[in-house]
């Protein structure tokens, strides 16, 4: 049982080069999220698909895109990276219908140099 | 704005005893609340959750209460052990399902 996993689990970017982190979940889940951890700041959300097909800003969107593959992937794209992405990134996902929230992925740890 | 407050950064608890704690909300839309565990170097962990319509759900050593009038809930661990060392995040929803909104952490230490 998997459930959500991400890739890769570390990463090293110098400014201006673009990456996309992977996630995937094996659990029949509707809906997926995109949230950064930073020291002091907690979890913010970056984006989330409410469902297949559909994609939505969070509360800090700039500087990303994202993809809904299929209802199993969601992918999170930096496409000139900043030192100010240095973050904590951590995908999840849930079936949008109760209320006992998100499977949480093991979290990628990016550095933008 | 922060919608989801958590105001103390940190709690030290000895082992045994009571930990409390808190989290202050100002979006009156929000129905739903969840308590997350997060050790270092894994993702968060959903602890418990409670629905607008309780004052109290208990699962095991694990309590959350919740005052809608004054926008505030508290997690009570009791008794604390050592293995709850963690950051504890406070996060809400306003209805079940969407994206949930987290505060910023209090890092839990439970000394033997």
């Known amino acids: 049982n998997a459930g959500v996993t991400q890739t890769p689990k570390f990463q090293v970017l110098k400014t201006g080069q673009s990456m996309t982190l992977q996630c995937a979940q094996d659990m029949n889940h509707n809906s997926m999220y995109w949230y950064r951890q930073d020291p002091g700041m907690g979890l913010r959300l970056i984006y989330y698909?409410?469902?297949?097909?559909?994609?939505d800003k969070g509360e800090v969107p700039n500087g990303y895109n994202v993809s809904r593959l299929n209802k199993r992937e969601f992918s999170l794209r930096l496409e000139s990276a900043a030192p100010s992405q240095t973050s904590v990134y951590f995908c999840?996902?849930?079936?949008?219908?109760?209320?006992?929230?998100?499977?949480f992925g093991s979290g990628t740890r990016l550095t933008v140099v | 704005d922060q919608q989801v407050k958590q105001n103390s950064p940190s709690l030290s608890v000895q082992e045994g005893r009571i930990s409390i704690l808190n989290c202050d909300y100002t979006n009156s839309m929000f129905d739903y609340f969840l308590w997350y565990k997060k050790y270092p170097a894994e993702g968060p962990t959903f602890l418990i959750s409670?629905?607008?319509?309780?004052d109290k759900n208990e699962d095991g050593r694990f309590t959350v209460f919740l005052n809608k009038s004054a926008k505030h809930l508290s997690l009570h661990i009791v008794p604390s052990q050592p293995g709850d060392s963690a950051v504890y995040f406070c996060?809400?929803?306003?209805?079940?399902?969407?994206?949930?909104?987290f505060g910023k952490g209090t890092t839990l230490s439970v000394s033997s």
């Open positions: 409670i629905s607008s319509i309780k």
């Open positions: 996060a809400a929803s306003a209805r079940a399902g969407t994206a949930l909104i």
């Open positions: 698909s409410a469902s297949e097909g559909t994609t």
């Open positions: 999840a996902s849930s079936t949008g219908l109760e209320v006992r929230g998100y499977t």
